[in-house]
């Protein structure tokens, strides 16, 4: 299929965090994952000439990190005789939720990363860290009141941006 | 405050809010040897963005230089001509309303697509053919300076030093032509070589005019050429006035006010659109 670079820098950029994350499920390690999301890009360029003109780039580039991540897991496996490695379903339903799934967590991640400076700050550790309001204000040296505004504000924009969407569909 | 926080999924790993994607696409296309990734397309939107800004404070310049795929670019000249240095020293000066697009896809030829006209300096290089294609020919070129104007019906070729050889696309019929001659195509009549005294057809990249008992009408078609205005003649009678004379990188206004004071009974006036209306002057 014609795959220009324009469309292709775009396919890059809108779905490289996301398959980072799908394959970051198998892999359970965000290093190796962003890895094999690279070379999951890598094989789609390489293969365009080949592709039906049809061809729907991201489900192929989800079936190619799904592949590569799992192969990648089998082949620790072999050096390894850690039985903790997760288990993964090879049923296609899974797979699809997972898809789903990454695509809702990488637009997290886009949201969270496109907030204003101080309500990311405030929101990450309220949320992800778990500290406390009170904590917050000592760290960052604000009033508890502004850590809530911060907070409440993160909310919206996380709101507004992906259950406004989810909502629609 | 609703609850709306319980339901919004964890985010896997902090990490993941520290990628990068336009330093990872920066990665992944040097990898893969694409074309010179953000930075030069920001430069390319900036070089953009500064072109709308000129348009819209009215000067009405507008230079395009898009990545259209690997080693290919185009220049695109609307109100005002364009230059363009390709490979390492090869000049292009794209004339108004013309655009080049010039491609190194293959190894050991520089192919151009010419709409419209432009001047080339090209680069002595004996390890690549340069070529230009128009509608009806072929230009093939050696390190030389010439020019090459061209429309649905005809392309001129006029050379300024060296030797350029033109290949007609209809039946491969090629002709070579040096310095200070002209050549014609047209697809009904074939190739026509005629020796030039002067390069006035090429002034709007010379800026060299030369009038030897020229005729008012055929200056100002050629002045009107070069610097891109429109004008008119009130009657014939003013387009007949012969003028001799040698002007050199002077701007239209300074020309234009030499050939008023050479004028007798005839008067160039600007109009209030920039052109240029030539009208008798009648004394009583």
Known sequence: ?????????????????????????????????????????????????????????????????????????????????????????????????????????????DTIKHMPEKSREVFILSRYQKLTNPKISEKLGISIKTV?????????????????????T | MDNVDYTIPEISDLKLLDIDTDAEWEKLSGELGLRRKSKILRLDLLVKIAAAIIIVTTIGIFMNNS?????????????????????????????????????????????????????????????????????????????TSFNVCENAETTTVTVTSGIVE??????????????????????????????????????????????????????????AKAYGFTYSFENTECAKNRISGTFVNQSVESIIDILNQTLDETSIIQTPDGGYSVKKMTQH
């Open chain 1, 148 to 168: 809530e505004a911060h907070i409440t504000s993160a909310l919206k924009i996380l709101r507004k941006k992906i259950f406004g969407k989810e909502k629609k």
């Open chain 2, 166 to 223: 033109v290949v007609s696309n209809k039946d491969g019929k090629s002709v070579k032509i040096t310095k200070d001659e002209e050549l014609t195509y047209k697809p009904a009549q074939g190739f026509d070589v005629k020796t030039v005294s002067n390069y006035n057809n090429i002034a709007w990249k010379l800026k060299e005019f030369v009038f030897n008992d020229t005729e008012l009408g055929d200056i100002m078609q050629q002045l």
């Open chain 2, 67 to 143: 990545f259209k795929a690997k080693g290919q670019s185009t220049y695109t000249a609307l109100n005002t001509p364009v230059e363009a240095i390709v490979e390492h020293s090869t000049q292009i000066s794209v004339n108004r309303n013309s655009s080049v697009t010039c491609s190194t896809a293959e190894k050991g030829r520089f192919s151009v697509s010419l709409k419209g006209e432009a001047f080339f300096n090209v680069e002595k290089n004996p390890e690549r053919t340069f070529e230009i294609s128009t509608n009806n020919v072929k230009v093939i070129v050696h390190g």
């Open chain 1, 1 to 109: 299929m014609q795959l220009t670079e324009r469309d292709f820098e775009k396919l890059f950029k809108e779905q490289f965090v996301s398959i980072t994350i799908y394959s970051r499920k198998i892999v359970q390690d965000t290093d190796t994952a962003k890895d094999l999301a690279h070379r999951c890009f890598i094989k789609v360029w390489e293969k365009r000439e080949s592709l039906p003109d049809d061809s729907n780039l991201k489900a192929l580039l989800y079936r190619i990190a799904r592949n590569l991540s799992i192969n990648y897991i089998r082949d620790q496996k072999k050096f390894t005789t850690d039985e903790t490695l997760p288990l993964f379903e090879s049923e296609n339903a899974q797979a699809d939720n997972d898809i789903e799934a990454s695509e809702l967590e990488a637009a997290i991640v």
